[in-house]
C-alpha cells in the first residue's frame, strides 16, 4: 500500500505512470502537399504505439479532422516524445489532459473493499 500526503491508501498495483488524454486537431490552414502522406502515416503510427502498448485507444472525432487518443506512458517526457514524432505533429494543434483512475482510496485503518 502506498499512502498519499492526505493520509489515504492505495494498492501498489493499481498505481499507473500516466494516462493522458490528447485531442489533436489538423490545421488546415497548415495545409501542404505533404499533408495527406503525413495523416495516412499518423494511422500506421497509432497502430504502431497500440501494439506497443503506449497508446491504449483512439478515436476519430467525428465531423472533423483529427483524433482523441488515450497514451499510457512512463512519464511526461515520453508523452512529448511521442507527439513529436508523430507525423502531423507540425500540421495539427494538441490538446492534453491528464487522467486520474477513480479508486476509491482506503483510510488508513480500514481495510480495502474485496
Partial sequence: ?????????YPEEEIM???????WKLEL???????????LRQQDYGARLLAEGKLEARYHLVGGHGGAWIYNVESNEELDRLLA???VYNIASYE???LAEMIAPTPIGESPLE
Avoid at 505512470?17 to 485531442?23: D, I, M, N, R, S
Avoid at 490552414?29 to 495523416?39: E, I
Wanted: zero cysteines.
Fill in 1 to 9: 500500500m502506498r499512502s498519499d500526503r492526505m493520509g489515504w491508501r
Fill in 17 to 23: 505512470a500516466g494516462k493522458f488524454l490528447v485531442l
Fill in 29 to 39: 490552414g497548415r495545409a501542404s502537399a505533404g499533408m495527406v502522406q503525413a495523416v
Fill in 85 to 87: 514524432l508523430a507525423p
Fill in 96 to 98: 492534453v489532459h491528464a
